[in-house]
């Protein structure tokens, strides 16, 4: 699966989060543009990772600030797996 | 120079909101004299202690205090040195050997608190490459534990167990997994579905620790815990505990029939690095550990304490953690941190301490009044909490 069509995927996992509609690119951070607390974060990375059926663990998750990070780590995931 | 305290900037605000003007400060309460188990001068009035996790009333047991002061004469006052050199005594053998007792296991090992008991199990027993997979609300001691150790860390949503199956297997295969959950969570007071849990994760080829900090002495018909009552302890690989509830000292510990547990007493630095508890205190908690071992009527006691509360604060209107008694923790739900502080301070004047609980420590953002009874609450003071209770919620509009 190519970037884009994972990139797809991930952006509508996003859209029942993303309250205030933000838009989204490469740079958008979750903690600052998107707003997300724990709890969100928590139940975002459920979503993907029962779409793409991967564990992005807690370790990883510190290593991702911005969507782009995001959808690399999860195309990375999604090969090794 | 950049002022490293400018990061608590947020916390001093939100801090400043709950002292308001005027107010007493929740995070501030002296006890000034300590009557019983149940009471307490506090900031200069008599208070019903209803925030403790004194659960068995032992901190005033004559036989705990003797066998301390025994203690204390014929050992002094403090160790001076670490498990591993200097600072095993007698007495550190005996409450080990009166925890392998009370839960019926082979091996135990006592640290100098529950949280470090948690960060050194956890950090040691799970390195690189393995995976820990635990409940989200798991108590700060464990997610400690995680963050000192090498291994992957992997939560799921509290209590879901659909959600803990999925994620284990999705684990790479030939990676170690030890599954973390609790007994009793003492946020909300609810307890954990550990025998579908512990089940699970068995068939998954996990690894098992289960903290029963706020379940030891009144849960499960020896007091073993939430995993007893449910009958699957011997499916635990690790039970974590703690000297500062039910026991009514200071200390924590693991208990574990594992053949090789052992060589953690090598390998463990926070049991390693740290002094061992003081004489008098290894001493009370032996012969509290043993007293509750028969301590039948003191806990069919304390669950009387905890439906009677239950029932009434719901009766009354207040929104509970849970819809019935699971443990001796009823955590009563406040509309926001404000209102929250208001209630408890509103409960401090009519002479009742209970525990302000706030995020980060709460799930979902929750600000809590946290009600833990004790086996020592007789069944007027519960009477008269519920009056409290009362009181408080009217005047704050709680209720
Ligand atoms: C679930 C849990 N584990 C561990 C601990 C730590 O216990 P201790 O007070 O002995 O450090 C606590 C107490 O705060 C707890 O609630």
């Known amino acids: 699966m190519d970037r884009a069509a994972t990139e797809a995927r991930i952006a509508t996992l996003v859209t029942p989060f993303n309250k205030k509609g933000a838009v989204i690119t490469d740079a958008s951070t979750f903690a600052g543009d998107l707003e997300f607390d724990s709890l969100t974060v928590m139940d975002f990375v459920a979503a993907i990772e029962d779409e793409f059926d991967i564990i992005i663990s807690m370790n990883q998750q510190a290593e991702i600030e911005t969507w782009g990070q995001l959808v690399d780590a999860v195309v990375k995931l999604t090969h090794t797996a | ?399």
């Open chain 2, 1 to 399: 120079m950049i002022d490293l305290f400018s990061r608590f900037d947020e916390m001093i605000a939100l801090r400043e909101t709950v002292r308001g003007a005027g107010r007493e400060d929740p995070f501030g309460l002296v006890m000034e004299r300590v009557l019983s188990p149940t009471e307490a001068i506090c900031n200069g009035r008599e208070t019903i202690l209803l925030g403790t996790y004194n659960y068995m009333g032992m901190t005033f047991d004559p036989d705990v205090i003797a066998a301390g002061k025994d203690a204390l004469d014929r050992f002094g006052a403090g160790t001076t040195g670490s498990r591993v050199l200097n600072g095993t005594y007698a007495g550190h053998k005996d409450v080990e050997a009166a925890l392998c007792e009370f839960y019926a296991m082979d091996h135990a090992m006592v640290f100098s608190t529950g949280y470090q008991a948690n960060l050194g199990i956890i950090s040691t027993v799970a390195g690189k490459g393995d995976y820990i997979v635990l409940d989200i609300d798991s108590h700060a001691s464990i997610w400690d534990g995680c963050k000192m150790g090498d291994a992957e860390v992997v939560p799921f949503r509290h209590n879901d167990i659909e959600a803990m199956e999925k994620r284990l297997k999705r684990i790479p295969e030939g990676a170690g997994k030890l599954v973390v959950l609790e007994g009793v969570y003492s946020m909300l007071g609810d307890i954990a579905p550990l025998k579908q849990m512990i089940a699970v994760a068995r068939a998954q080829g996990a690894m098992v620790l289960v903290d029963e900090a706020h379940s030891m002495g009144f849960i499960g018909p020896n007091g073993r815990g939430v995993a007893e009552d449910q009958g699957c302890l011997e499916d635990v690989d690790f039970v974590i505990g703690t000297f500062s509830k039910s026991v009514g000292t200071v200390g924590g510990f693991c208990v574990s029939n594992h053949p090789k547990f052992e060589i953690l007493r090598m390998a463990c630095r926070p049991y390693v690095f740290t002094a061992s508890l003081p004489p008098s205190v290894v001493a009370t908690a032996a012969t509290s550990i043993r007293k509750l071992m028969h301590a039948g009527a003191k806990r069919a006691h304390l669950w009387e304490n905890s439906r009677a509360l239950h029932g009434e604060l719901k009766a009354l209107g207040f929104r509970l953690g849970t819809q019935s008694p699971q443990s001796a923790i009823i955590a009563v739900i406040m509309p926001d941190l404000e209102r929250g502080a208001a209630m408890w301070e509103a409960l401090l004047r009519e002479g009742l301490y209970v525990n302000l609980a706030r995020p980060p420590a709460t799930p979902a953002g929750m600000t809590l009044l946290r009600c833990s009874l004790c086996a020592e609450h007789t069944a007027g003071q519960v009477q008269r909490i519920i009056g409290m209770f009362e009181r408080a919620g009217k005047a704050t509009g709680i209720i």
